[in-house]
């Protein structure tokens, strides 16, 4: 077929690939000419996404967006049968409102100075909200605790905010006597409150 300069502007007659290589380049093509569409499947490699455009906001539910992590390897002691604060905490500024953080704690060096039945008890506080009942650990009969015991908990929460918020871990004894945490002064038996963002 002849190939034919209307006078419309058109051309008519031209093959699929009759072009030379290099003839139409970017600037040739019109803005937004090119969508999904065109693109075929695996045209799009790491190569060619530049760096920081992978934004929570196109990340699907169940992404881990961010952790952080909060320590404690000094020992934290009470005598207190209320609640008081371990010196344990993390703040994180969630990416999204709808975003969960996953809350795990754990703590080493568990112990009790007084030869009683005896049991402490733990809390996990978002703000100033009580969030989760934490974890207990009971010591039975006469004798001193004994350094290196565990305990922990994981906690799913909703804080529904992007703004930042800040948990920490508040700890009891069941009577008058002193418990203690992160006894030791080694890092395998201090705390550690680890707060996983994920996406909702």
Do not use: W
């Not at 139409?24 to 065109?38: F, H, I, P």
């Not at 703000?127 to 994981?154: E, L, R």
């Not at 006597?177 to 996983?196: D, Y």
Request: aromatic content about 4%; glycine content about 12%; charged content about 10%.
């Amino acid at each position: 077929m002849a190939i034919v300069i209307n006078g419309s502007g058109t051309v008519t007659g031209l093959a699929v690939g009759g072009l030379p290589d290099g003839t139409v380049d970017s600037g040739t093509l019109a803005t937004n000419s090119v969508d999904s569409a065109e693109l075929i499947d695996g045209s799009i490699d790491t190569a060619h996404i530049a760096a920081n455009q992978i934004t929570t906001a196109i990340m699907p539910t169940g992404s881990v967006l961010q952790v952080v992590v909060g320590e404690l390897n000094s020992t934290a002691a009470t005598s207190s049968t209320s609640f008081v604060d371990s010196g344990l905490s993390a703040s994180i500024t969630p990416r999204s409102t709808a975003s969960k953080i996953l809350v795990t704690f754990n703590a080493g060096g568990i112990n009790k100075s007084a030869e009683n039945n005896q049991c402490i008890s733990f809390k996990l506080i978002r703000g100033s909200t009580h969030v989760h009942g934490g974890a207990n650990v009971f010591f039975t009969g006469t004798g001193f605790g004994i350094s290196g015991i565990d305990a922990g908990f994981t906690h799913l929460d909703s804080p529904s905010t992007a703004s930042a918020v800040t948990y920490k871990i508040t700890f009891k004894a069941r009577i008058a006597a002193s418990v203690s945490m992160a006894t030791g002064g080694e890092a395998s038996q201090g705390a550690r409150l680890i707060l996983t963002e994920i996406a909702g």
